[in-house]
Structures are given as C-alpha cells and as structure tokens.
C-alpha cells in the first residue's frame, strides 16, 4: 500500500510529530510493500532533517499561501498529492492542524478515518489499528475497509528509528491564490517547547493556593527542561493560560514524563494525561486519585517537595 506522510512544521522548522509519522509511514510501507511519500506544505528553506527517517521521495509544495494552515488550501493539495501518488493511507499527525483536516479530507478523499491511533497497525488480514477509549480506560481496535485510510497519530507512539536516506524532492507551486479564510495574525507562546510536543512536563493545579506560588513549578520545568501545564480550574481561575489546560476539555498529551503536582487526579483530568510514559504524582492527600494512576507518588506538602526536588535534579544535572 502506499502511504503519504504529511510533515508538520513551524516556520520551516519540522516538529517531532513529522518524523514520528515519517517512520511511522515507513514501517507501514514496508510491511505492506508499498511506496512512501512525505509531503510538505509551504516555504521550507531546508529539508534536509527529513532525510534521517527513511523515506527518500519528498513532495514540498513550496506557496506562501500554504505557510500557515489554511483548510480548503491543505485539503485541496493533499487531496490531489493523494491522487497523484496513488497512496492508500495517509498519516497526519494527531495534532491540532491533522485534526483539523481529517474530517474534511476523509470526505474528500472517502475514506474511513481514525484518529489518535497509538500503535502500529495490524496488516496481516484488514488493517487495524488501535487507540484508546473512554478517557484513556479501554483500548480498542478498529479495522478500516475502505479503499482509502486516514489516521491521525498520537505523538510518542512509535519510537524514533533512524534510516538515513537522499532525499529525491519535487518541489513545486501550485500557484494557489490566497484562500477564503484569511489568517491576519498568529500569536504563538515562544521560548519552550510546545505541550502536544514536550517530552517532559511539569503540571500543577489547585494545590499550590495561588499564582503567585507558581516560581516553584516554573524552577523545576526549567531544571527539567520541561513545559508547564496545569488543571482545569487552575486555567479557568485564570492562575494560569487556557493554553496549558490539560484533561478532557483541554490538550491531551503523551510526555514522557508527567510531574503533576497538587492535582487530585480527577477522571476529566486524567484522560489528557494518563498515556505518559511516567507520572510522577506530588500530593499532600494519600488518597488522592492520582497516585492510583502513577509509577512514582511522593505523599507530602508541595511547597516543601518540589524546591527539594528543583534541587536534586540540580545536582544531578551538574554531577553527569
Ligand atoms: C465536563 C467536565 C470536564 C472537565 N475537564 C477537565 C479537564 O480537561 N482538565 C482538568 O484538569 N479538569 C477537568 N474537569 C474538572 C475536574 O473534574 C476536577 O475538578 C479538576 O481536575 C480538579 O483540579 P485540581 O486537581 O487542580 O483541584 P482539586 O480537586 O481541588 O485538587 C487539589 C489537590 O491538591 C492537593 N493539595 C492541596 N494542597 C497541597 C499541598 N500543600 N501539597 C500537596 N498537595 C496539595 C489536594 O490534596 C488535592 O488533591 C472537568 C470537569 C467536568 C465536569
């Protein structure tokens, strides 16, 4: 089957999701016997990161009117690069852009979609793929008929492999004109790396009383070198940015690892966060619910765990 991978990125720089889907694809190839194409959109002064994973033919639709997403734009260009190499699956990433899209293009292009698969597929009789369900407590597997597939892939789900390859890259313009929709202003959060892509975080909630507490959180994700996140009241109080709210109703993530401190756990909070690889859980409460979901639980007061904790690592860091 042949598979068309499209490879986010910001501002010409591609996001870790391009390459965990560009392997993703590969494998996918490979096990089925078909081609692999990697698509990119918009202005992107090197491709050359892309030549790491493993698949060689690389379309790069260079239009500025394709540098920021614009969804009758991507939808109509993916949908005629899908076409063009044949493909049977196309793998987006489960990300606010690919979510974007998938509906769309799964009317497009008729195609049975699923979203947020977790694993390789299965490809031995159908291709089935699997994902999690209620709030993170089941998983199930979903088989797709159609002619035409669609996934959108978690992030972290399919470990990095390298492959290098030379790239073979046609790169074109479509000569689109500006979309209907007009993007007129993007404000992104500069200076760490973004919640969908950090492979560390460090989340607290309501425990820690007040913004005002918030440096000692700060300290630790700078120790870590990870990006902060907080619960649900904590953003509607306005502690904190709506753009760190994670659970149900917010971002769900898959870090590597989840520090979540004074959060008690709840069910909306834990569907964003329980698929991390680690969570380390920092609450007062022995029974918090939280500690039912994690590798590591330190029971004790916040304010005086996570300084110590700041340093620790510190320490670590300087001793390695
Ligand atoms: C439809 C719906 C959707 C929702 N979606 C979300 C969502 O997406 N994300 C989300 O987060 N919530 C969501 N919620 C809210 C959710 O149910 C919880 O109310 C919320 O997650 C609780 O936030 P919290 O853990 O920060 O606060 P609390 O429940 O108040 O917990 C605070 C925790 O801090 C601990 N603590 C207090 N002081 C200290 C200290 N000094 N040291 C150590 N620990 C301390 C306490 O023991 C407690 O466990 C949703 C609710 C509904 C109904």
Not at 220 to 236: G, N
Request: glycine content about 10%.
């Amino acid at each position: 089957m042949n598979v068309l991978v499209l490879a986010e990125h910001q501002h010409g720089t591609f996001k870790k999701s391009a390459f965990e889907c560009i392997t993703y694809g590969r494998r996918v190839a490979t096990t089925t016997g078909g081609n692999a194409t990697v698509l990119v959109l918009g202005p992107v002064a090197d491709l050359s990161p892309l030549a790491a994973y493993g698949i060689a033919s690389v379309i790069h639709l260079k239009d500025d009117a394709l540098a920021t997403l614009d969804s009758q734009l991507y939808t109509d260009a993916i949908v005629s690069v899908m076409h063009r190499t044949e493909s049977g699956l196309l793998i987006l990433a489960n990300s606010s852009t690919g979510k974007q899209l998938a509906g769309g293009l799964a009317v497009r292009l008729q195609a049975g979609l699923v979203s947020g698969v977790n694993a390789l597929p299965e490809t031995g009789d159908g291709f089935s793929v699997s994902k999690t369900v209620f709030s993170g407590k089941a998983d199930v597997r979903l088989t797709i008929n159609s002619p035409v597939k669609i996934i959108t892939l978690m992030s972290n789900s399919v470990p990095l492999s390298t492959e290098p390859v030379t790239l073979q890259i046609e790169a074109e313009s479509l000569g689109v004109n500006p979309g209907r929709v007009r993007v007129k202003q993007v404000e992104r959060v500069e200076g760490t790396v973004p919640l969908p892509e950090a492979e560390r975080v460090v989340s607290a909630g309501r425990g820690m009383k007040g913004p005002e507490n918030w440096g000692i959180i700060e300290d630790l994700a700078t120790a870590l070198q990870a990006t902060t996140a907080c619960s649900r009241p904590v953003a509607d109080s306005g502690w904190r940015p709506h753009h760190e709210h994670v659970g149900q109703t917010g971002l769900a993530i898959r870090p590597n690892l989840y520090v979540a401190v004074g959060i008690s756990g709840a069910i909306q909070h834990l569907a964003g966060v329980n698929n991390s690889k680690t969570i380390v859980v920092i609450n007062k409460d022995p029974e918090a619910p939280f500690f039912k979901a994690a590798d590591y639980g330190v029971v004790g007061d916040l304010f005086e765990v996570v300084p110590k904790l700041t340093e620790a690592v510190k320490k670590f860091k300087a001793g390695h």
